[in-house]
């Protein structure tokens, strides 16, 4: 399978812990993108990367969010001390700049994210 | 600032019925205009979009949207909905020359049969 992917596809933890979610894109695709989303809502764009630059991220993305693309692969998306309202769906997209699929973008399953 | 807003949190339908799902988006200038669609403990994949040229687009499963400038809307619909549509539908929007999409809340599409 090419497609985008996402680990782990759950996660329960106690607030205040650390958590860390990996995300795989389409290999030959140089944009990637978090995106958080709660039931009953669209997703929330959080940041994105060109190759392994972070070009933008949302007011949305506090300090305890941090988010890295070494080598311009993989991603990950750390959340330290976790709370409450920390628990939703992390979707990760990817895309390409250009080309005829240009602003389209393929996601994973998502990584949910319960805070007790 | 770029903004999405879908009216409808939910829309029931009869199977074999029409369907519309409305999308009203703002910004001052060009922008490119999605429908995702998500189905039930599955991932968001594209509908359809529109970039530029004809602004009747025709997506996957018999879905088309039109552009309309004027209006600033880009609604949904198909002609005769089936089981297999249920699912949330998410418009979306991208400035042109930025990176970023913006997602709408979202529409419940629900088919009765």
């Known amino acids: 399978d090419t497609g985008v992917s996402q680990d782990p596809r759950h996660k329960i933890t106690k607030r205040g812990q650390n958590v860390t979610f990996r995300c795989d894109p389409i290999s030959e695709h140089n944009r990637l993108y978090w995106y958080r989303q709660t039931l009953g809502q669209g997703p929330e764009f959080l940041t994105y990367?060109?190759?392994?630059?972070?070009?933008?991220k949302s007011r949305l993305l506090s300090d305890r969010f941090s988010a890295e693309r070494p080598k311009g692969s993989f991603s990950t998306l750390e959340i330290q001390r976790t709370e409450q309202g920390d628990s939703a769906m992390y979707l990760c997209?990817?895309?390409?700049?250009?080309?005829?699929?240009?602003?389209?973008?393929?996601f994973g399953e998502g990584s949910r994210l319960t805070v007790l | 600032a770029q903004s999405v807003t879908q009216l409808d949190s939910q829309v029931p339908v009869f199977e074999e019925a029409p369907v519309e799902l409305r999308c009203n988006y703002s910004?001052?200038?060009?922008?490119?205009l999605f429908w995702y669609v998500q189905y039930p403990n599955q991932g968001l994949q594209l509908l359809l979009k529109?970039?530029?040229?004809?602004?009747l687009v025709k997506g996957i499963n018999g879905f088309e949207a039109e552009f309309n400038k004027s209006q600033t809307s880009f609604h949904l619909r198909k002609p005769s909905v089936h089981i297999s549509d249920t699912a949330e539908y998410f418009c979306?929007?991208?400035?042109?020359?930025?990176?970023?999409?913006?997602f709408g809340s979202g529409t419940r599409l629900s088919i009765r049969p």
């Open positions: 979306a929007v991208k400035h042109s020359s930025a990176s970023k999409i913006i």
């Open positions: 529109y970039l530029s040229g004809s602004t």
């Open positions: 910004s001052s200038v060009s922008v490119y």
């Open positions: 990367f060109q190759n392994e630059a972070q070009l933008e």
């Open positions: 997209a990817s895309s390409l700049r250009t080309g005829p699929n240009t602003g389209e973008l393929f």
